[in-house]
């Protein structure tokens, strides 16, 4: 019987573990141990940093040039984001005279790379020798499209949806060419 009262007090004293993982909460319930010293909280790059770094890894394995951060690029994607998830649709800007690339996700949240890697993965379906495409790519082509210099993008989320839209100048995607 002692031993497992010692049991529920071994398990009484473990701290309560933090939304984020690979931090522990500390609190009036559990108080930090002696010696203990808090650690600063995890930084995270800024979506914009994640985002171009997600983007010009993929590019990178291409040999393609980076792209830059557009402010201007990312203020048109944060405008049609923002009206994307107000109106609950999800299209592509008419008359837009920048690349395009979006994304949804319900009842979730997405991060930068997980966003990019979506699209990066439609470069199953793409064929460079023949510049075709099995099924969808066109997200795939924009991010390395060679001629492509900025980027902006931006996110738009409720409780319900997330809206990411990403703007590229020059646009990408024109027929008869091949992205790289």
Known sequence: M?????????????????QYPGQWQYGPAYPPPPGYVARPPVQRPPMSEA???????????????????????????QEWANHLLATNTFSHRPNNRYGENLY????????????????????????IRTNTCSGICGHYTQ?????TRSAGCAVAANQHREVWVCNYDPPGNWVGFKPY
């Open 104 to 127: 949804t996700i319900s009842g979730g949240s997405a991060s930068p790379s997980q966003v990019v890697a979506l699209w990066a993965d439609e470069a199953r379906s793409y064929d």
């Open 51 to 77: 985002m171009l770094a997600s983007h010009n890894a993929v590019r990178r394995r291409l040999g393609v040039p980076p792209l830059t951060w557009s402010g201007e690029l990312a203020e048109v994607a």
């Open 143 to 147: 991010i390395v499209w060679s001629k």
């Open 2 to 18: 002692r031993l497992k009262a010692m049991a529920i007090a071994l398990l009484l004293a473990v701290p309560a573990y933090a």
